[in-house]
């Protein structure tokens, strides 16, 4: 047995994690590159008499160290040197997916090349001569399907014999550069030779092409070595002399002209006429005139879908708890136990639940976006909106994932060039509506807008967008001023979506939803629980139980009355409801409540909603399951959340005013956690009071607007 370990690089979207899933299968393990939260997938097979490992290296583009994919990368290559390096390339797209490959080979380690996607390549009429390229970089090259699991075992057999048959003496894999650049690379390595410990060089022609880049990374590992650093400035400038140019561009142009060579040597299209399918959707879904209003019928569509399709299993599962809880209540000892069960943690975990199908739904049709390649669309459809806060297209994209969770989005922005692009972009996610924030729409809006509920829970995301615009424009013209970045974006090819991976997609991100029920949900709703119980020895401001024993004797001597049973019955109901909603404002939470009202009064929120409000900074889902404890055992307790909404003081305008807050309010601790680690802790306090400033702001202009106007 023999241990080895193989690292997948790839650009994004080359077919990277259909090869890490067809090479590992079951075998895998999700943690986090050191230092970094940059997600690390691990997993191994076995093949003959070996034992492989396959790390799952970031999807990057280059290998320069300017955004943290690229460092976790780069690093991981020329640190733990894995035994082979698997390049793995989008055959549709070679030249680009070369570039990162060439970037490797420099390196200097093991590799093979795997030449995925050749069923897109072939679609597209382009052929490519595997053997021709494998003999031209002296590299082993495998052609692969990765959706469709081909080439894999193919694959494996070509890694075991670059294992076994490198050596490093042998290889020639060097990208020829200029004459000119040739010279300067052999001085350093002369220089570099004389001038250092063996031992502390990774490979001294690598070192000497980063040090004529002026390789950040690279120089600071040499700080010490003075006489190495003036060496290669002297060398930088006489390329700079010779070429008119900054080393950097001369060495991208020759690597560029490098690959450009191979691919004319081992590209050959096809004569038949290539009927390109991806222009042909692309001229009208990002047409001038038509391609906004489909992307908006898309979003609205995806709301819809969420809305309507899932109220179906949304009623199952509610009717499900309804049931289940009548059925504890019957056969559980009355008690404390009984009461923290079911009133505390059913009525909590079951309100928010609920939304599962919703939020199954939203997640599949991200994933959709995704997978077919229509998000690429939308970030370059809202590019020109994206300008006006000087931000690029390309944010738009953490924007979108923003709608599924903020901490992703947030972790997103790491594909972003520029620093001051990902802080922007940071500070504008959590306008976003992620699908937390989904639940307290869906209650609120199909409490109070039933028939449109769709419409309005669409009107909030756009206010979101909208938002998150204004305040990226506030913030690029005073905070973080600046030129906007240049670049191009890049179009992958429509792809038709796989049931599994989008499915594995979907399951994927709505785990998190599920872990926290087990956790911030379930302890949320123990305490606010607890707090609404105790204290038990309540002075009531009249006695309820002898006015209902009164009620009773009246209703045994009036039986000749019309609709009497239901009358009483509703007197009835009504003292105990009131009696309820008496004890509910003496106990702890209302004591709570009450004392933050006067903040949020002014915006129609009354004083459980308040509460709500402020266990929510935990998880959006938590206001849900505090309104399904305050309002619920403030009603009859079967009854739905909706219906005892319907029942309180809230009226259609609070309840705009307070899904307008739960959308613009901070996000909640964990995303702000992670907007700490992504920029600072400055930054984070920053988002925190800007955005829920801005929250107060807009429910007060609209509730007080909205009262004025008489919909109050
Ligand atoms: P990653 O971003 O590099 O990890 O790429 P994924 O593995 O997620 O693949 C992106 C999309 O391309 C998915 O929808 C895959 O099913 C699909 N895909 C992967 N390999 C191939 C392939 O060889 N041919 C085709 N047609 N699609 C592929």
């Known amino acids: 047995m023999t241990d080895i370990t193989i690292a997948l690089s790839g650009n994004p979207n080359s077919g990277k994690t259909s090869m890490f899933n067809n090479l590992t299968g079951a075998h895998q393990k999700v943690g986090n590159w050191p230092g970094v939260t940059v997600e690390k997938k691990e997993g191994h097979c076995k093949y003959k008499k070996h034992n492989i490992n396959v790390v799952d290296l970031p999807g990057t583009y280059s290998l320069t160290p300017f955004s943290i994919e690229e460092i976790v990368t780069r690093d991981f290559i020329i640190k733990e040197k894995p035994d082979v390096v698997v390049s793995i390339i989008d055959s549709s797209n070679l030249e680009r997916s070369l570039y990162l490959a060439m970037q490797i080979m420099e390196t200097g380690q093991p590799m093979v090349l795997a030449l995925n996607m050749t069923d897109v390549a072939k679609s597209k009429g382009i052929k490519i001569d595997a053997e021709k390229l494998s003999a031209l970089l002296d590299i082993p090259v495998v052609s692969t399907v990765g959706n469709k699991n081909k080439g894999t075992n193919r694959l494996i057999a070509a890694v075991i014999k670059e294992v076994e048959a490198f050596s490093l003496e042998k290889t020639g894999r060097d990208i020829k ?36 880049e002026n390789d950040e990374l690279i120089l600071k590992n040499l700080q010490e070595n003075q006489s190495v650093l003036e060496m290669s400035a002297k060398v930088r400038q006489r390329i700079k002399d010779f070429y008119q140019e900054d080393p950097e ?19 050959s299209h096809s004569n038949k006429k290539r009927v390109d399918i991806s222009k042909n959707i692309d001229l009208v879904l990002t047409n001038r005139l038509l391609g906004f209003p489909i992307f908006i019928f898309f979003i609205w569509a995806m709301f819809q879908l969420t809305f309507t399709l899932g109220a179906y299993p949304m009623e199952w599962l509610d009717s499900g708890i309804t049931v289940f809880s009548l059925f504890l209540g019957k056969i559980l000892p009355g008690g404390l136990l009984k009461d923290l069960l079911i009133d505390g943690i059913i009525a909590g975990i079951g309100s928010v639940i609920i939304f599962l199908p919703n939020i199954l739904i939203l997640f599949f049709c991200i994933a959709l976006f995704e997978d077919t390649g229509y998000m690429a669309r939308s970030a370059f459809l809202m590019d020109r909106i994206m300008h006006m806060i000087g931000l690029h297209g390309k944010s738009f994209i953490p924007m979108l994932m923003g709608f599924g969770c903020s901490i992703p989005a947030v972790m997103a922005t790491r594909t972003l060039e520029s620093k001051k692009d990902r802080i922007l972009t940071i500070l504008i996610i959590p306008f976003m509506s992620c699908s937390a924030k989904l639940p307290v729409y869906i209650v609120l809006a199909g409490t109070f807008f039933a028939a449109n509920a769709g419409t309005v829970i669409f009107c909030l995301y756009l206010i979101g967008i909208a938002l998150a615009i204004i305040s990226g424009r ?53 305490i606010i629980w607890t707090l609404s119980y105790f204290p038990k020895n309540i ?172 919909f109050g």
């Open 177 to 212: 550069y200029s004459k000119e650049v040739e010279n300067c690379i052999s001085l350093i390595i002369d220089h570099l030779q004389q001038n250092t410990p063996d031992n502390n060089i990774f490979s001294y022609r690598w070192t000497a092409v980063k040090l004529l």
């Open 539 to 710: 002075t009531y401001s009249m006695d309820y139980e002898n006015k209902i024993a009164q009620l009773k004797v009246e209703y045994s001597q009036k039986t000749d009355l019309p609709n009497h049973v239901e009358k009483f019955e509703n007197k009835i109901a009504n003292l105990q409801r009131q009696k309820e909603k008496e004890r509910i404002e003496k106990t702890y939470i209302g004591k709570i409540g009450k004392a933050i009202e006067p903040v949020f009064q002014p915006l129609g929120i009354d004083w459980r909603a308040s509460v709500a409000i402020v266990t929510g900074i935990v998880a959006k889902e938590v206001v849900v399951s505090t309104m399904g404890i305050l309002y619920g055992v403030g009603d009859q307790k079967s009854e739905a959340l909706s219906k005892a909404l319907q029942s309180s003081d809230m009226t259609p305008l609070s309840a705009i005013s307070l899904m307008l807050f739960v959308l613009l309010y901070l996000p909640c601790i964990a995303a702000l956690f992670s907007i700490w680690k992504e920029t600072s802790a400055q930054w984070a306090l920053f988002n925190l009071f800007y955005t829920t400033t801005v929250a107060w702001c807009v429910s007060f202009l609209v509730y007080q607007t909205g009262r004025i106007l008489g």
């Open 249 to 267: 561009i001369v060495l991208t142009e020759d690597r560029y002209g490098f690959i450009a060579g191979i691919t004319k040597e081992v590209i």
């Open 474 to 526: 506030i913030f690029k013209s005073k905070l973080l001023k600046g030129e906007d970045s240049p670049f191009v974006m890049e179009l992958p090819p429509y792809r038709m979506p796989m049931i599994k991976s989008l499915i594995v997609h979907m399951w994927d991100r709505s785990k998190m939803f599920l872990k926290k029920m087990g956790g911030v949900i379930l302890i949320g709703s123990i």
